[in-house]
């Protein structure tokens, strides 16, 4: 990726080369509260190459939002450096919003603005010249199927359009770097599909690079090139999904929904039981393929058929990476 007009003028940090869309080292970054000090990130290394849909991945608290409000100039870390297109954002904060395009989890600043004027708005502010501005809010409205609600007030819009109504502000202004913290939180899937297949576009016709924070790791397998996985403001895993899943070997998940409590002094579901995560009558099970072949071959041979509603046995997922590395089980499978 090339240095763009916009940030000509800023020198790129010494040695750091431009192969690197971004680069984070060293992030540390912690809250001082009235109940004690709160390492929020604590030491955190991204390397984030051009035109990657990279993801960050964590529970709630694992200081994903508060890694991207510096990585977007929002906050200052303690200590590190953060680099966007070879630049030093850490010692130029000015350069970042020529950069990079932020989607915040909760966005109120556009409330009195119709839907189409904030798109307008937001691309004449990044640049683009009032005669042409019109014409590129049309067509971000059109690619997000908002064009019905173009000339309602964002304040007035259901949350899933509010919502919508952000990201389109967002893709405005052709910014080369998109950092969205969960963009399609509340979007029905129709609007998720939309969503998506507009940062597909950016990346593949615009080049642009995209770091995308997310709880849902059903949607995150789909569309990361690579991820990084939080969990108590470190990273604790790193790397493509399919290569973080190669990690866990032979493993499966089993899902069980009891239809009414199992019998609990069956050796077979007291070993079950022991090893799952349960919510209500439902309980996951990650073992090996092996054991979990054996497990339904005797849950399904009659005993069980009374209590056993459901069952399903699935390959891992990027949730299960996480739980095995420690992490705990709250991720959203939705
Ligand atoms: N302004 C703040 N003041 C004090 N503590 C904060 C502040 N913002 C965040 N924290 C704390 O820092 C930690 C990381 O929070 P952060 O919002 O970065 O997590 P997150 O991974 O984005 O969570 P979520 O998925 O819920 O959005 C949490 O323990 C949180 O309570």
Known sequence: MTRTALTAGIPATAGTSVTQALEARGLVKTYRTRHGPIIANDGIDLSIRPGQIFGLLGPNGA?????VRQLVGLL???????????IDATAHPEAVPRIVAYLPQQDTALADLTVAQAVRTTAVLRGIPRSAAGGEAAALLAE???????????????????????VAATLAGRRPILVLDEPTTGLDPTARRAVWAAVERRRTEAGCTVVLVTH????????????????????IANGTPGALKATLGDAVRLELAWRADPPEDDPLIRRLRAAAAIRGRRWTVRCSSEEARA????????????????FTLATPSLEDVYVALGGRDRLDRE
């Open 295 to 310: 497990a339904l071959a005797q849950l399904t041979s009659g005993d069980f058929l009374d209590v056993l509603d459901d």
């Open 144 to 166: 997000l199927g908002l064009e019905p609600l173009a000339d309602r007030r964002i304040g007035k819009l259901s949350g899933g359009q509010r919502r919508l109504a952000a």
């Open 216 to 235: 849902n790791v059903l949607e995150a397998e789909t569309v990361l090139d690579s991820v990084a996985i939080l969990d108590q403001g470190r990273v």
């Open 63 to 67: 200081g994903k939002t508060t890694l």
């Open 76 to 86: 200052r870390p303690d200590a590190g450096h953060i680099a966007l297109l070879g």
